[in-house]
């Protein structure tokens, strides 16, 4: 049974750093889109970024050149490695994990598993 379990996540001042991590289990990981994704306080759940079982990343604008995605098939997890963070990124975060390729990797349709999330939030 897929498992995905988030972690790192905490409360940090405007301007820091925080690293999510992504446990996978039960599922061929090397082979699945993945993708995080947040939700904020009575906000709709919005993709942050995505990754393909190659390697190819996709970001949303609201967080280009601040967050990074990556991915550890050996391990496996995922990654958000999130810098100069700013309050309006405070939410929970969510990975997520499709068995293929996925055509909108932001979209959270795209995605049939799921974490519980990992809260992080941001103080000005």
């Known amino acids: 049974q897929a498992q995905l379990v988030e972690s790192g996540g905490g409360s940090v001042q405007a301007g820091g750093s925080l690293r999510l991590s992504c446990a996978a289990s039960?599922?061929?990981?090397?082979?699945?889109?993945m993708g995080w994704f947040r939700q904020g306080p009575l906000k709709e759940r919005e993709g942050v970024a995505g990754i393909s079982s190659d390697g190819h990343t996709t970001y949303a604008d609201s967080v280009k050149g601040r967050f990074t995605i990556s991915r550890d098939n050996a391990r496996p997890a995922l990654y958000l490695q999130m810098n100069d963070l700013k309050p309006e990124d405070a939410a929970t975060y969510y990975c997520?994990?499709?068995?293929?390729?996925?055509?909108?990797?932001?979209?959270?349709?795209?995605?049939?598993?799921w974490g519980q999330g990992t809260q992080v939030t941001v103080s000005s």
């Open positions: 997520a994990a499709y068995p293929g390729p996925v055509s909108q990797p932001l979209e959270s349709w795209e995605y049939n598993y």
């Open positions: 039960g599922i061929t990981f090397s082979t699945y889109s």
